[in-house]
T-cell receptor, first 115, second 113 residues
Framework: GAVVSQHPSWVICKSGTSVKIECRSL??????MFWYRQFPKQSLMLMAT?????????EQGVEKDKFLINHASLTLSTLTVTSAHPEDSSFYIC???????????FGPGTRLTVL | GENVEQHPSTLSVQEGDSAVIKCTYS??????FPWYKQELGKGPQLIID?????GEKKDQRIAVTLNKTAKHFSLHITETQPEDSAVYFC????????????FGQGTILTVHP
């Protein structure tokens, strides 16, 4: 149990386009999901907290107008990278905690490459 | 906010040896300390965790110790195997924010056959 999936697993896009990444909790409901970004050989940096039915909470330094988050259901959160640029190329990972505990389950990640 | 420091950044051991990775944290309100293993191109996988009311936890070859007074916790892997080679991350969870984790910088563990 407690499986989180992401789609797509990798994506290549041209500079200036927008890319949507989906995060799904497959066998549990998640009122909260987290989005992380990981640059090569670096740690996971929390970008934002996605809340079902309300606005996301962004970490300091993360542009909310560039990284649009929508948590429309209890099993799906989406991250849209708008007007992507090469510096947005990274590994994007989502996670979801089980209700009532701090334990998080991570998705497999999405590799974004912006040309 | 919380700050987690992890050492060493790289660790190389021979198969069968033990490996120890250490982390310190800054926020005394943190009460959840998980360890994750990440293989290349994949998401982190939880390997063991410990909560602030426990000093030590063991699961087969893996153990974690927590010293809340000193604000540090450690991962111990015994009888290492080549398949243990990966990047390991520690993290700290604050009890003031549901599920939010701060990660350490990561340790690249290489186990030589």
């Amino acid at each position: 149990g407690a499986v989180v999936s992401q789609h797509p697993s990798w994506v290549i896009c041209k500079s200036g386009t927008s890319v949507k990444i989906e995060c799904r909790s497959l066998d549990f409901q998640a009122t909260t999901m987290f989005w992380y970004r990981q640059f090569p050989k670096q740690s996971l940096m929390l970008m934002a907290t996605s809340n079902e039915g309300s606005k996301a909470t962004y970490e300091q330094g993360v542009e909310k107008d560039k990284f649009l988050i929508n948590h429309a259901s209890l099993t799906l959160s989406t991250l849209t990278v708008t007007s992507a640029h090469p510096e947005d190329s990274s590994f994007y990972i989502c996670s979801a905690p089980l209700a009532g505990v701090n334990e998080q389950f991570f998705g497999p990640g999405t590799r974004l490459t912006v040309l | 906010g919380e700050n987690v420091e992890q050492h060493p950044s790289t660790l190389s051991v021979q198969e069968g040896d033990s490996a120890v990775i250490k982390c310190t944290y800054s926020d005394s309100a943190s009460n959840y300390f998980p360890w994750y293993k990440q293989e290349l191109g994949k998401g982190p996988q939880l390997i063991i965790d410990i909560r602030s009311n426990v000093g030590e936890k063991k699961d087969q070859r893996i153990a974690v110790t927590l010293n809340k007074t000193a604000k540090h916790f450690s991962l111990h892997i015994t009888e290492t195997q080549p398949e243990d080679s990966a990047v390991y991350f520690c993290a700290a969870g604050s009890g003031t924010s549901y599920g939010k984790l701060t990660f350490g910088q990561g340790t690249i563990l290489t186990v030589h056959p």
